[in-house]
């Protein structure tokens, strides 16, 4: 099974300050037949379902504000907020699905507010 | 508007069973594979099971394996996940999720509780 894994577990930003994310997986998830990364971020909000907000590991979902990006490539990714507001509060996930429909999730990275 | 609404959850005895229905509405249902993603009270999301748009061929997290079925009716446009032999630590959100021709998870629906508790 593909391990995938975030660092940190939580981080305080200040309000306008870069958030970064990072995720691991534990064998390439890069689909070298179409040089697509499967790799999902997710955020969620408590009490509310994970909403998606990137997809093929750097392509931003329609309506996502573009403070949020997503880079890397078959094993090392990264979430950016590039200037935290405070309706970014929450837990982030990264997911792969190069075996979908089983997908893993990295445990999660809780970002809060300095 | 692409909707999914879960139901069927609640409260169960160790080594009970319940099913878990997910409405699927705004989309084409029987082209799509689907899945059924978890959360313990406080902890992250575990992915559950999965099945594609036929319904023919279906996957299950170890953890759940030989408990657990997931099933579709296409011409309901409704998922189901028969769970038998529950534990206590099948406690959780059980969220039902459509996956789009990419491979990603695009749309989730709000969830129905399970508690296993004597």
């Known amino acids: 099974d593909i391990v995938m894994t975030q660092s940190p577990d939580s981080l305080a930003v200040s309000l306008g300050e870069r958030a970064t994310i990072n995720c691991k997986s534990s064998?390439?998830?890069?689909?070298?037949?179409?040089?697509?990364?499967?790799l999902t971020w997710y955020q969620q909000k408590p009490g509310q379902p994970p909403k998606m907000l990137i997809y093929w590991a750097s392509t931003r979902e329609s309506g996502v504000p573009d403070r949020f990006s997503g880079s890397g490539s078959e094993t090392d990714f990264t979430l950016t907020i590039s200037s935290l507001q405070a309706e970014d509060v929450a837990v982030y996930y990264c997911q792969q699905s190069y075996n979908t429909p089983r997908g893993t999730f990295g445990q999660g990275t809780k970002v809060e507010i300095k | 508007e692409v909707q999914l609404l879960e139901s069927g959850g609640g409260l169960v005895q160790p080594g009970g069973s319940l099913r878990l229905s997910c409405a699927a509405s705004?989309?084409?249902?029987?082209?799509?594979?689907m899945n059924w993603v978890r959360q313990a009270p406080g902890k992250g999301l575990e992915w559950v099971s999965g099945?594609?748009?036929?319904?023919?061929?279906?996957f299950y997290a170890e953890s759940v394996k030989g408990r657990f079925t997931i099933s579709r009716d296409n011409s309901k446009s409704t998922l189901y996940l028969q769970m038998n032999s529950l534990r206590a630590e099948d406690t959780a959100v059980y969220y039902c999720a459509k996956i789009s021709g990419g491979g990603y998870m695009d749309v989730w629906g709000k969830g129905t509780t399970v508690t296993v508790s004597s």
């Open positions: 705004g989309f084409t249902f029987s082209s799509y594979a």
């Open positions: 064998q390439s998830i890069l689909n070298n037949s179409n040089n697509k990364n499967y």
């Open positions: 099945i594609f748009g036929s319904g023919i061929t279906t």
